[in-house]
């Protein structure tokens, strides 16, 4: 049975666009071994201590989110250093090749993320990425099968700041050029980005990747005080478009 809006509702909410998470929400957070096990391969071909790197990497985390260790090449020639070690270039892009393909490896387990947002396309939503990540993303994304279904993407690497500041909120929409009470959030609640994005006038909704592996690497900064509507579908929104489904 198709979703009904209540009525009577003088006001029924209605959203020109969608702003949506990216990691643990449509894609997976990835595996915290798997994760281990490539930074300390990274670490080998370094020829640094791995668990080591391991710790450095993993503790410089919302620095490199933020772009505050500059490029990729740059973060892992720091790290090196601060080991006593001075990588060549060689080295550093081998090493890089596997932290990309770690990352490549989940920007196309997609899973039911595509269907959904071609459908909330369909229905006239426009799309805005908004994601805390670090350098790889940026770099990748052009080339991922969802860079197409989005009119604006906007990354913490990029803005010099993370979610919740208002200002990655805003980045995005101005990019779609809507004001916040026509737009939805949606995310899987890391980053504190609910409760963020409400403070900004947009709805917010939880909805997390439904095909998350046990061992999957822990939510960063949790919204976990924040009480709003989960979905199980992103196609729940379509309830909310401006040409919502038959039967709405
Ligand atoms: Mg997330």
């Known amino acids: 049975m198709p979703p009904t809006r209540s009525a009577p509702d003088a006001h029924p909410l209605q959203f020109d666009g969608i702003l949506v998470d990216l990691f643990g929400t449509l894609i997976p957070m990835g595996h915290q071994e798997a994760r281990l096990r490539n930074l300390e391969e990274m670490g080998r071909i370094l020829d640094l201590n791995p668990a080591t790197f391991t710790t450095q990497w993993l503790d410089c985390g919302y620095d490199r989110f933020r772009g505050r260790l500059g490029s990729l090449e740059r973060t892992v020639e720091r790290l090196a250093l601060a080991q006593g070690v001075r990588p060549n270039s060689t080295a550093i892009h081998r090493a890089l090749e596997v932290r990309l393909g770690l990352t490549r490896g989940l920007l196309a387990r997609t899973g039911p ?28 994304w052009p080339a991922t099968p969802l860079s197409s279904r989005f009119d ?66 822990s939510r960063l900064d949790e919204d976990t005080g924040w009480t709003g509507t989960k979905l199980t579908d992103l196609r729940e929104l379509l309830r909310f478009a401006p040409s919502p489904p038959d039967g709405s």
Not at 114 to 134: F, K, M, N, Y
Not at 179 to 186: F, I, L
């Open 113 to 140: 993320s595509l269907p959904a947002l071609d459908a909330l396309r369909a229905a006239g939503l426009r799309l805005g990425l908004v994601s805390d990540t670090s350098e790889e993303t940026v770099r990748l």
């Open 152 to 217: 604006v993407a906007v990354f913490s690497w990029v803005e010099g700041t993370c979610k919740p500041d208002p200002r990655m909120y805003r980045k995005a929409l101005e990019g779609l050029g809507l004001p916040p009470a026509k737009c939805a959030y949606v995310g899987d609640g890391g980053s504190r980005e609910l409760s963020g994005a409400e403070a900004v006038g947009l709805s917010a909704f939880m909805y997390r990747y439904p095909v998350e592996e046990e061992g999957a690497l």
